[in-house]
């Protein structure tokens, strides 16, 4: 991990710079861990978060909420974003939803 990092784990719930882009994409990457916070109020950090970053950033979120892989690409492209990824990381009981949405151009 480089020095801005930490583990998702002890920062859960605070925004922080994740792993940086390769050099050819000078967009900015934040994570947002949400796997301790219920979709509902995760998806209204995430969308206040959203409204920070500038065109073309991304924005990483971690959810351990059941219903996040529906509801989190149906509010990033209703709101004009792309999903990039979504990919369900770890083993149970630990295991949570991966998601890369690029900030749209709107």
């Known amino acids: 991990m480089s020095p801005t990092e930490t583990d998702p784990a002890s920062s859960a719930g605070h925004p922080r ?15 947002l861990d949400n796997r301790a ?13 959203m409204k920070t970053l500038a ?3 991304v924005l990483e979120i971690l959810s351990r909420d059941r219903f996040a892989p ?4 149906l509010w990033a492209e209703t709101d004009g974003h ?9 083993t149970w009981p630990r295991v949570h939803w991966r998601f890369r949405i690029r900030h749209g151009q709107n």
């Open 55 to 57: 065109p073309g950033d």
């Open 82 to 90: 792309v999903v990039e990824l979504k990919e369900q990381v770890g």
């Open 17 to 31: 710079p994740a792993s940086p882009a390769p050099a050819a994409d000078a967009a900015t990457v934040t994570l």
């Open 37 to 49: 916070t219920p979709c509902a109020v995760g998806l209204i950090r995430a969308a206040r978060l």
């Open 70 to 73: 529906m509801e989190v690409p």
